[in-house]
Every structure is written in structure tokens, then in C-alpha cells.
């Protein structure tokens, strides 16, 4: 009874102790972790709070998240006095909904605990860039460049920064230029007054230089009627080259790119024929610049295997393009093997014009799949068919834009025929349009016996793609696993055989 009456009370006291502290506010990473309980609470004990709305399994969120937890202990280890705080909308969808909170992910800072008159923030893409997006609503928004030295120090401190000219920097259009800079914290602003640089870069009027690699890149005029919209939208641009290329530096700002079309080319940078395929790429990108981002993967580049895992290319597939929409994440393989700049870019416009057919984990079964002596399989039916124990199974992976794959439809029907007696099955899959759980190791076409044997087994087939050479294989393998089979048979019995008799010596 007295262990009865201890454990009540344990229970008891836990959820007192869970209760009234049902509004505590927990840290996930020097985050704050907000909920509908606790946001009233971290408004009043936090006199900044930047907060950051944001669904967990979205991609782009994904990157803003991680960024996000660096900047909160940054801030936290400075003894700022702003704190972060996370709002996982999927969880507290009553808090989002209150707040009116309907664009993910999304940044809004709150002040002196006014729910209701939020700061909106931009969607950052670095740790840096949130602080610095801090800093810059306290101070200058841009630096001031006096003279040619302060110039060349600045334009020389990073690949990208942006260069306002104007003749007045305190009135008129530059207040527009300084609203952008509090924006845009991702990148160095500089504004200057100074005729010397007007002269150095012939200008002379109010304009905007985006400068890249200490060279001028683009050019902004401004104007009397222009609004901070236009020149986000003209540095949002113009701020990536025209391809990018795919890297630890360059990933956060492709995942948070305004441009949620992807156009992805997974390539070996040091084979032949690279650089021809390049140019053709990068031609299509400057006909598309605003409407479509433009990355290049080096399949060569051992660490991006994460990202090639992610898209399940493999770097013996390349060259491979795939468009990508960062919205839903549906994926789009060009219908080709022809990657000059014409075919690219008719699939661009194609994808735009929502004619592209997305790339998908398995198409449907077709109607009378297994009527025909080659027999269709997609990724449905595949593992079903190709590894069922009483039958040998001789698949054809095909790419159907790939004449080397459609030269090889007349010798597997020839084979279909010349095995329409026997326990062989003849198959073809179509593999850019269905996923397996299977490394092929190989380019398209490839060829892969499945012998009807006990335990999972794939031979793959390298020889003359020629009838006999290939009848010849089939039935040497067929006999190689009856041999494996009857081996297999005979130690199960032999396991048996000798389980039993332990059992009768214990008896």
C-alpha cells in the first residue's frame, strides 16, 4: 500500500509540476521553440524577437532552419539583446493562422511586445545575413566610399557587392538604395557622392553597379519614379552567374533562390566533350535568366554524392539534366541525349509552358503488360516479376530518347521468340521513367539476367548485344544457379539432418 500511495503521488506531482509549466519556453539550439502557450510569454520577456515560421519538411526550409540556429548563438554568445525563436507551422497551426502568418519560410521581428506591427523580414540566406540584417536597422545600411583606396578595398572583399552612385546621399532617390540595403543583408552595399568614381566607371547619373570580381558586372539607372520592388528585383537578378555552379559555398544560396525553377546539369568537369556542353548550358541560361536558375553538379566532385543521392543520379549516368520545382518538388528529365543549346532549350520553354511530363517513381502498369513476348515492366511490377524464384528473367533497362537503347527493341523480341517455350521471361523497363531499388553500375542500355534461384541474384550481361552471345549466357547461368539451387538444397538438409539428430542426443 505504501509503494501504491508514493507512486500517486509521483504521478501526481508531475503533472502539477507539467501543468504549470505548460507555458515554459524551451530552446532547441538557442532557439526559442514558440508555441500558442508560450508567445505571449517570450513577446513580453524579450524586448527584439525575431521569429522564424517555418514548415520542417519543407526544402526550403530546411536550409533557413540550420542558418537560422547559427545566428541565434552567435547572437546569444554577443549578449545581443535580440533573441530568435522558431514557429513550426505544421504543429501550431492555430499560432500561424492568429498571426496570419500563409508564406513559408518567413521572418518577422517583434518589437517591444507588439503582436500586431510585425517588422517583415526577407528570407535570409546566411547566419551572417541575419545578424547583419540586424545590424543594418540600428546603423548605415551601406558603407560610405570617400575615395579610389576605400573603393578598391571594398569592391576587392567580395565576388559580389553592390555600388550606388548618386549625387546626393542624403535626400531624394538614395533613401531608396538604403531601404534596399537594410534588405538585402546577404550582400555588401557601398554608396558614394565621389566625382572621382563616377569618372572611373563613366557614369553620370544615379545608378546602381553590381561589380563582380572587383570588375562592373550589370548597371541600374535610377530614376525619380523607381521604388525599392524594382531595384530588389534587378539585384535578385543579376547576383548569381548565369550558371552556377553547385558547392558548400553556393548551396544555401541556390536552396533560397527567389527562382524556384532549377535547371540541373550533372556533369564530369574533366571528361571530353565537357566544355562543349558547358557553353551549350550556359547559352540557354542567359536566354532564360529570371525564369530559370541555372546549376551545374560536378559528378567528379566526391563531396556532392549527397546531392547526386538526393536526385539518384550516378555519376556514370552523366551527362544528365534534370529541372527541378522547388514549390512541390516534382523532377523533369530532358527527352534527350542531344544536350545542344536548341534541345535545351525547347525543353526549357516545353517546362514553362507546362508541357514538360514529370519524372516519376513508377508509371502505371500497362493494360496486357504480360501478353506480348517482351514483356513492359514498370517500377510497380518490377521486383515482383524480376525476382520471382520460378523464373529466369532477362531485363532490358532502357532510355527511350537513347537510339543505342531503341536499336536493341528488334533483338529483344527476336529473343522473346527465340524463348517463347522456355521458363525464360524476356522484359524491358524503361528506367528514366521508373525508380528500382537496384544499382545498375552502368549507362544506358544495360542488360540483367535474374536466374530463378532461392536467394536475390543479379547477373549482369556485358557481351555482344547479338542473339547467340546472349541465348548462350542466359542458359549457362540458368544452369550455373540449378547448380547453386541444388547446392543450397543439399546444406538446408544437411542443417536439418543435423538440428534433428542434436535434438534426439538431448532426448
Given amino acids: 500500500?505504501?509503494?501504491?500511495?508514493?507512486?500517486?503521488?509521483?504521478?501526481?506531482?508531475?503533472?502539477?509540476?507539467?501543468?504549470?509549466?505548460?507555458?515554459?519556453?524551451?530552446?532547441?539550439?538557442?532557439?526559442?521553440?514558440?508555441?500558442?502557450?508560450?508567445?505571449?510569454?517570450?513577446?513580453?520577456?524579450?524586448?527584439?524577437?525575431?521569429?522564424?515560421?517555418?514548415?520542417?519538411?519543407?526544402?526550403?526550409?530546411?536550409?533557413?532552419?540550420?542558418?537560422?540556429?547559427?545566428?541565434?548563438?552567435?547572437?546569444?554568445?554577443?549578449?545581443?539583446?535580440?533573441?530568435?525563436?522558431?514557429?513550426d507551422v505544421k504543429k501550431e497551426k492555430d499560432l500561424a493562422a492568429s498571426l496570419n502568418v500563409t508564406i513559408m519560410p518567413s521572418l518577422r521581428l517583434y518589437l517591444s511586445g507588439d503582436k500586431n506591427n510585425p517588422v517583415y523580414c526577407p528570407v535570409l540566406k546566411s547566419s551572417t545575413s541575419i545578424i547583419t540584417w540586424l545590424k543594418r536597422r540600428k546603423g548605415p545600411s551601406a558603407d560610405i566610399i570617400s575615395n579610389l583606396t576605400q573603393l578598391d578595398k571594398f569592391i576587392g572583399e567580395d565576388e559580389l557587392v553592390v555600388l550606388g552612385l548618386f549625387k546626393d546621399l542624403e535626400e531624394g532617390i538614395v533613401k531608396v538604395f538604403y531601404e534596399t540595403a537594410a534588405n538585402i543583408a546577404d550582400l555588401a552595399f557601398g554608396?558614394?557622392?565621389?566625382?572621382?568614381?563616377?569618372?572611373?566607371?563613366?557614369?553620370?547619373?544615379?545608378?546602381?553597379?553590381?561589380?563582380?570580381?572587383?570588375?562592373?558586372?550589370?548597371?541600374?539607372?535610377?530614376?525619380?519614379?523607381?521604388?525599392?520592388?524594382?531595384?530588389?528585383?534587378?539585384?535578385?537578378?543579376?547576383?548569381?552567374?548565369l550558371v552556377t555552379e553547385y558547392n558548400g559555398m553556393t548551396a544555401s544560396k541556390i536552396l533560397n533562390s527567389e527562382v524556384l525553377n532549377h535547371f540541373l546539369l550533372f556533369i564530369n568537369k574533366t571528361e571530353e566533350g565537357f566544355e562543349e556542353i558547358y557553353q551549350a548550358f550556359k547559352t540557354t541560361a542567359g536566354k532564360l535568366r529570371g525564369k530559370v536558375l541555372f546549376v551545374m553538379i560536378d559528378v567528379s566532385e566526391l563531396r556532392n554524392g549527397r546531392v547526386m543521392e538526393y536526385f539518384r543520379v550516378r555519376s556514370k549516368e552523366a551527362p544528365q539534366v534534370r529541372m527541378v520545382n522547388l514549390s512541390d518538388s516534382a523532377q523533369y528529365q530532358l527527352p534527350s541525349d542531344q544536350f545542344d543549346a536548341r534541345t535545351l532549350l525547347e525543353f526549357c520553354l516545353g517546362y514553362l509552358d507546362g508541357k514538360a511530363k514529370p519524372k516519376l517513381q513508377s508509371e502505371p502498369i500497362?493494360?496486357?503488360?504480360?501478353?506480348?513476348?517482351?514483356?513492359?515492366?514498370?517500377?510497380?511490377?518490377?521486383?515482383?516479376?524480376?525476382?520471382?524464384?520460378?523464373?529466369?528473367?532477362?531485363?532490358?533497362?532502357?532510355?527511350?530518347?537513347?537510339?543505342?537503347?531503341?536499336?536493341?527493341?528488334?533483338?529483344?523480341?527476336?529473343?522473346?521468340?527465340?524463348?517463347?517455350?522456355?521458363?525464360?521471361?524476356?522484359?524491358?523497363?524503361?528506367?528514366?521513367?521508373?525508380?528500382?531499388?537496384?544499382?545498375?553500375?552502368?549507362?544506358?542500355?544495360?542488360?540483367?539476367?535474374?536466374?530463378?534461384?532461392?536467394?536475390?541474384?543479379?547477373?549482369?550481361?556485358?557481351?555482344?548485344?547479338?542473339?547467340?552471345?546472349?541465348?548462350?549466357?542466359?542458359?549457362?547461368?540458368?544452369?550455373k544457379?540449378?547448380?547453386?539451387?541444388?547446392?543450397?538444397?543439399?546444406?538446408?538438409?544437411k542443417y536439418l539432418n543435423e538440428q534433428k539428430a542434436a535434438v534426439k542426443e538431448e532426448l
Fill in 366 to 479: 500497362p493494360e496486357n503488360w504480360d501478353t506480348q513476348p517482351v514483356k513492359e515492366l514498370v517500377g510497380m511490377n518490377f521486383e515482383k516479376v524480376a525476382f520471382n524464384h520460378n523464373k529466369n528473367v532477362i531485363v532490358l533497362f532502357y532510355a527511350p530518347w537513347s537510339s543505342e537503347s531503341r536499336a536493341l527493341f528488334p533483338l529483344w523480341e527476336e529473343l522473346a521468340e527465340h524463348f517463347s517455350e522456355k521458363d525464360v521471361v524476356v522484359a524491358k523497363i524503361d528506367i528514366t521513367a521508373n525508380d528500382v531499388n537496384l544499382h545498375l553500375g552502368e549507362k544506358y542500355p544495360s542488360i540483367k539476367l535474374f536466374p530463378a534461384v532461392y536467394s536475390e541474384r543479379v547477373v549482369p550481361y556485358s557481351g555482344k548485344r547479338k542473339l547467340k552471345p546472349i541465348v548462350t549466357f542466359i542458359k549457362k547461368e540458368i544452369e
Fill in 1 to 87: 500500500m505504501k509503494v501504491y500511495v508514493t507512486l500517486c503521488l509521483c504521478v501526481y506531482l508531475h503533472e502539477a509540476l507539467a501543468e504549470s509549466d505548460s507555458d515554459a519556453i524551451l530552446e532547441n539550439k538557442d532557439v526559442l521553440v514558440l508555441t500558442k502557450s508560450n508567445f505571449e510569454r517570450a513577446l513580453k520577456q524579450h524586448n527584439q524577437l525575431l521569429v522564424h515560421f517555418y514548415a520542417p519538411l519543407s526544402g526550403q526550409s530546411l536550409g533557413s532552419i540550420l542558418e537560422f540556429r547559427e545566428a541565434a548563438g552567435a547572437l546569444k554568445e554577443a549578449e545581443s539583446d535580440v533573441r530568435l525563436g522558431g514557429v
Fill in 481 to 493: 544457379a540449378k547448380t547453386d539451387k541444388a547446392k543450397e538444397e543439399e546444406r538446408r538438409k
Fill in 191 to 241: 554608396v558614394t557622392g565621389h566625382d572621382e568614381i563616377f569618372r572611373k566607371y563613366e557614369i553620370s547619373g544615379d545608378t546602381v553597379l553590381l561589380i563582380r570580381k572587383s570588375e562592373p558586372d550589370k548597371q541600374f539607372e535610377m530614376g525619380s519614379g523607381t521604388v525599392k520592388n524594382d531595384l530588389v528585383q534587378f539585384i535578385r537578378l543579376y547576383e548569381m552567374e
